[in-house]
């Protein structure tokens, strides 16, 4: 009986501790890209070059429109918008994605005209907020019931939106429950690199969603040593936010553009002459994996980004996000080949 008894409390032992655990544990990384809406429907021809570099998952994006930062009237699902932005086309994509065993986010995002940041939006008045929140919440349950019937593996809340999340959270405990009525896979929401230990609700999520834009480096072609140096203070921020909410974190974008000086402000995204700098783009890819693909308490993440037309899209050289023909996407293939747990 004692020995039993021994036994029970070791058991028990064993399960509160684990139960406890400071960080938590994925099983499977997730290699994935952020997949550009198009005026196009998705083709085999269109998916074929994903499957060659080996991706797991791909981010399909709805968008909506506001006119400016402050204006409370969403549009989203109109037939001015093109294919792949709309209800139609993001179901089109996400069936054709899953034909080719490639798992899907369904990642809803908003632009401001003339390209303002999301995260500045802030309403002029209670009616305005209650007014711009009775839209997004219809936009958001739209294509949280898509996700379900067409049984997308993840949801996101919404992307870079933290004047919002910040001024109206009780707006956001109840979308989540309100999501979570109608969809039953995964949810996470994708806040800027530099709010997203600001964020509140992250313990009734399954994932803390980055939009890993973090500066790493003034250096034109970093080595992929001297990125991963950069990269330290994050990481560091990122295992106590993980610890802290017992949530694993996911880059719900990372990217660089292949340029000089890529990794002191990635984030930025504006046209410029520059030269072509693939050897940048490539260290700063290099540096992201090595750093975070071998941690417990790390989900993966979602390049930034890749167009459909990948034939058109290598033919072109350009200083851009896009790794399609560069050594970035070899980079990428490597990490999605090895079996990373």
Known sequence: ???????????LIAISIAGCSATPVTEQKINGVSFVSSKDTLMQSHIDPILNVGVSHAAVMPFAFVRDKNHPELQFNSERQWFGERYTGVKQYIEALHQNNIMVM??????????VFTGDMQMDSEADWELFEKSYED??????ALAEETHAELFCLGTELYNFTKERPEFWVSLIQKVRQVYSGNLTYAENWDKVDKVTFWGALDFIGVDAYFPVTDEATPTVVKAKEGWEP?????ISLSRKHNRPVLFTEFGYRSADYAGKEPWVSDRHNGKMNAKAQANLYEA?????????????????KWFHN???????????FTPQGKEAEQVLKKWSKQDVK
């Open 234 to 238: 994050h990481k560091n921020l990122l």
């Open 1 to 11: 009986m004692r020995i039993c008894i021994r036994f029970l409390l070791v058991v």
């Open 106 to 115: 369904v990642k809803p995002h908003i632009w401001i005209w003339r390209g």
């Open 310 to 320: 990948h034939e058109r899209t290598i033919q072109e050289e350009n200083n851009r």
């Open 139 to 144: 936009y958001i349950l739209l294509y949280a």
């Open 288 to 304: 992201v994996f090595e750093t975070f693909w071998g941690e417990d308490w790390f989900a993966g993440g979602f390049v930034w």
